[in-house]
């Protein structure tokens, strides 16, 4: 059974940046696509950033592009997003998620369906 922690959020000021992990358990991550995820206040559960089970392919939301990147580190079993430039829109708790179709690299919520528990990372001056 696939089971994901993340980490790695906090308090940075606008600009800053935090690497966010997200630790499998009972599964390596290259057997699935693994996602991020945010969800602030008032706002729907927005995909951020996605990797393919063999890492070759990436999605970034617009709001993000130029700005995070995710990557794996399979022998530690572990998907990691970094967030440079943050800003205060970013604030939000991150989740990382599993995709059961390995084909599937992009942001619909619904095609995931392992969770973690959240990080939160708050963007404030």
């Known amino acids: 059974q696939v089971q994901l922690v993340e980490s790695g959020g906090g308090l940075v000021q606008p600009g800053g940046s935090l690497r966010l992990s997200c630790a499998a358990s009972?599964?390596?991550?290259?057997?699935?696509?693994i996602g991020w995820f945010r969800q602030a206040p008032v706002k729907e559960r927005e995909g951020v950033s996605c990797i393919s089970n063999t890492g070759d392919k990436t999605y970034y939301a617009d709001s993000v592009k130029g700005r995070f990147t995710i990557f794996r580190a399979n022998a530690q079993n572990t998907v990691y997003l970094q967030m440079n430039s943050l800003k205060p829109e970013d604030t939000a708790v991150y989740y990382c998620?599993?995709?059961?179709?390995?084909?599937?690299?992009?942001?619909?919520?619904?095609?995931?369906?392992?969770w973690g528990q959240g990080t939160q990372v708050t963007v404030s001056s």
């Open positions: 998620a599993a995709a059961a179709d390995r084909n599937y690299y992009s942001d619909d919520p619904t095609r995931f369906g392992s």
């Open positions: 009972k599964f390596t991550v290259d057997d699935h696509p």
